[in-house]
Structure formats: structure tokens, C-alpha cells
């Protein structure tokens, strides 16, 4: 059974520049140096970039809300997966990095924006809002299983490229591997993808009857078992900053 990787650290998207957002530049690898994991066809066995740690709420499914009035409907949105964090360290909201909020029919024109977000622990669990002058699309009595609030999310940044490196599968002895480099682009940890961008991408062979023990642009991987599907791996070294 494929072993998935916990992730402590998770992210989509990018919030712009970061000068005054008081939050630090830390690198990000997965799986991380020491740590192995095991892998099928397809599958991205190595990823590297940077980005920002920071608070984030996290919707485990996506949420609606959705009222009608004089025939115009207004819709809250929470989306699946999708962190919302806070833009500034010392911000008391959380802000998306998509539209959340959606007006359109009847007079009112169609409209998108990007609402703040307010979180709120109640006696029946968890209620996610919308913040104007006041809470605003309500979603209540959530578990912690439907929104998690994490201190330490990673959030990657578009600014800085994506090295990844995926598993082909093995051919007449040989491993087949696919390196993956991204620039301008947005990447989700929690799926191990990214879209946008530009790629540039190598395929490259290693024979592990000569060593289990490979390296490619700098980085090193130790190869614990593979087959024609499946490759278990250990990360010994990340590519070079």
C-alpha cells in the first residue's frame, strides 16, 4: 500500500510580496532530507521550493452559502483544500487568495471579491464567516475535521521556482525518472501539482545494479526498493540553492 506522506506544512498560492509582511523566506522539501517515502508510476517522488510560514485555516470540503434577495443572489464561498491565511503576521483576519464572494442577477451587475475571513469556536464547534461590518455567510457547527487551524502552514510563493522529480517506472533494468523545473507558478503541497507557468523537464535513466545511491542537479537519493511500478526512496540531499 502506498505510503502517503503526512504534511505538516501546506500551502496553495501566492500572496505577492512579503516585505513588510513580517513573515521570514524558508525553503520546503518533500519528502524532506533522512525521510523516505514509497512511490508508483507518475508520482512526483521529490519536490523542492520556498515560500512563507504562516496562520491558516484550511476547509477539509468545500462550503456554500447562498441567499436570494429582490433577485439577486449572493454566494459565500469556502473552497476544498484551499488554505486561507492571514496576509500580515499580525493581522486578526484570515484573507483568501481566490474570490470568495460572489453577487451577481436581478440589478446588480456580477461581481467577484476577496473577503476576509473570520473563524469562531462556539458550544456546537466551529463557525467559519465573512467579514464586512459584520459576519457575513456563515458556515456553523464545524468539527476540527472539517476546518483545520493550523499556526504553521506553508505557503509557497510564485517568485520562486519548483524542482520536482517524478518516477517513470523501469524499463530493461533501468529507472526511468522525469526532472521537472517551474518558474512563475503556483504550487499545492497537499496534491504534490502546480499550474501556470513555464516548465522546462529532462528525463534521465539510473541503473541500480551500479549503485543505489543517484544524483541529479545536485540533489541525492538513496534507492531502497523498486519494481516496474513502484520505487521506495530515501532523500539524502536537496538540490543546491
Not at 177 to 200: A, V
Amino acid at each position: 500500500m502506498k505510503n502517503t506522506l503526512a504534511l505538516v506544512l501546506m500551502v496553495f498560492g501566492s500572496f505577492g510580496a512579503y516585505a513588510n509582511s513580517g513573515y521570514e523566506l524558508v525553503d520546503y522539501q518533500d519528502p524532506k532530507v533522512d525521510k523516505q517515502g514509497e512511490f508508483y508510476i507518475g508520482d512526483v517522488v521529490f519536490v523542492s521550493t520556498s515560500g512563507y510560514i504562516k496562520p491558516c485555516i484550511i476547509p477539509t470540503k468545500e462550503f456554500k452559502n447562498t441567499t436570494k434577495v429582490l433577485g439577486t443572489r449572493y454566494t459565500w464561498v469556502y473552497k476544498r483544500d484551499t488554505p486561507i491565511c492571514k496576509v500580515n503576521i499580525k493581522d486578526k483576519y484570515y484573507k483568501p487568495d481566490y474570490f470568495n464572494y460572489l453577487v451577481g442577477g436581478g440589478v446588480v451587475a456580477e461581481q467577484t471579491f476577496k473577503k476576509f475571513v473570520s473563524i469562531k469556536k462556539t458550544k456546537k464547534g466551529l463557525q467559519i464567516c465573512q467579514r464586512l461590518l459584520n459576519n457575513q455567510g456563515c458556515v456553523k457547527e464545524l468539527s476540527s475535521t472539517d476546518l483545520k487551524i493550523e499556526d504553521k502552514y506553508f505557503v509557497h510563493s510564485a517568485e520562486y521556482p519548483i524542482k520536482s522529480i517524478s518516477y517513470l517506472g523501469k524499463s530493461k533494468g533501468l529507472l526511468k525518472f522525469s526532472y521537472e523545473l517551474t518558474l512563475n507558478s503556483f504550487f499545492n503541497p497537499i496534491y504534490k501539482t502546480h499550474f501556470g507557468g513555464d516548465s522546462q523537464t529532462i528525463q534521465f535513466e539510473v541503473d541500480p545494479t551500479e549503485s543505489n545511491i543517484f544524483s541529479f542537479k545536485g540533489a541525492l537519493f538513496e534507492i531502497i526498493e523498486s519494481s516496474s511500478s513502484s520505487i521506495k526512496i530515501k532523500v539524502i540531499r536537496d538540490f543546491p540553492k
